[in-house]
């Protein structure tokens, strides 16, 4: 990458670590839903994790990915809870976004390396042993450190989270870290994610806000939904959003965003990067930054397609 691509680069980052001190939920975001899957109220049961200091929390950040699925028939809850045998049970979709531990604060900043699991290795454990029995959990992990706070519990399904910062291309410098995966240059590959029931659920493209990128173990049971294109990087602080031209950078191209993983007889997605599933206002301005930007018109059917195959929805 060219030197002036870098400092487009830092400065969109930049730009992010403004905004992201600064979101809110957007209350007038309804999408249409032409075919709601389930009767009002008569849906899964679907608990969004409000008890690992979440940055997204159905009461708050993801109160629109909330109301979305409401309208779409499901039951959503918010889990204050931590997970325990007796608190999963009674569960059909367990959605974690942005989990924090201690050490990372919207008070106190992001924390430096080394970040912490923002779950006790107890909670890992009835986690991974109720998706296997059947359980269908929706994981999703941003950038440093939010990446370092949930790679244990993603390490327990064979997902290595790389806890830096995702960055498209070249092309996308000055864009505020937007990234798009797109049908026609195969980062976004046909999946039932992506082609849904039908003509009228198919999704084409798919936008995400910097975020991280992982990786798949090999021979684990997984598709990959958001392939990392070529030319994009990871950049590694050491602190949160502190990048200079020193800052450490791996290739990130065909690392993963997104991906679909079959875990016993349960379900796991998991994303690298929680706003393309919200729809907020960002900063002074209120920018559009989530399901409801121009760019992620398309994510708010990709959302509903995710939680059909976790619901066990037949295409």
Avoid at 44 to 63: E, G, L, M, Q
Avoid at 140 to 162: C, K, N, S, Y
Avoid at 163 to 191: E, H, K, V, Y
Avoid at 304 to 310: A, D, F, I, S, T
Wanted: proline fraction near 7%; glycine fraction near 8%; charged fraction near 20%.
């Amino acid at each position: 990458m060219s030197r002036v691509a870098k400092s487009c680069v830092l400065a969109g980052l930049a730009l992010a670590a403004a905004a992201n001190a600064q979101q809110v939920a957007d209350p007038d975001y309804a999408p249409t839903i032409e075919r709601p899957q389930y009767e009002s109220g008569r849906g899964p049961k679907v608990v969004i994790d409000a008890a690992h200091r979440n940055f997204h929390t159905a009461d708050d950040r993801y109160a629109p990915f909330a109301t979305l699925l409401r309208r779409d028939g499901y039951r959503v809850e918010s889990g204050t809870e931590p997970f325990a045998a007796q608190v999963l049970v009674p569960i059909d979709i367990l959605v974690i976004s942005n989990a924090m531990h201690e050490q990372s604060s919207e008070a106190a900043g992001w924390a430096p390396l080394p970040n912490y699991s923002a779950f006790t290795d107890e909670e890992i454990v009835e986690v991974e042993r109720w998706v296997r029995g059947g359980g269908s959990l929706l994981l999703i992990a941003d950038h440093m450190p939010l990446a370092g706070h949930a790679e244990a519990l993603a390490a327990a399904f064979g997902v290595r989270f790389q806890n830096g910062f995702a960055f498209g291309s070249a092309s996308n410098a000055g864009r505020n870290g937007l990234i798009t995966f797109r049908r026609t240059d195969g980062t976004l590959p046909p999946s039932v994610a992506a082609d849904g029931r039908g003509s009228s659920e198919r999704v084409d493209f798919v936008t995400t806000f910097t975020g991280q990128a992982f990786r798949v173990d090999p021979g684990i049971d997984a598709d990959p939904l958001l392939i990392m294109p070529i030319g994009s990087e990871l950049l590694l602080p050491q602190v949160a959003f502190e990048f200079s031209e020193r800052t450490p950078r791996i290739p990130a191209a065909n690392l993963l965003q997104g991906a679909m993983v079959r875990h016993g007889t349960g379900r796991v997605a998991v994303f690298g990067e929680a706003a393309m599933f919200s729809a907020q206002l960002a900063g002074p301005e209120r920018r559009p930054m989530g399901m409801n930007a121009p760019d992620a018109r398309e994510n708010y059917r990709y959302a509903l397609n995710v939680l059909h195959w976790l619901s066990g929805v037949p295409k």
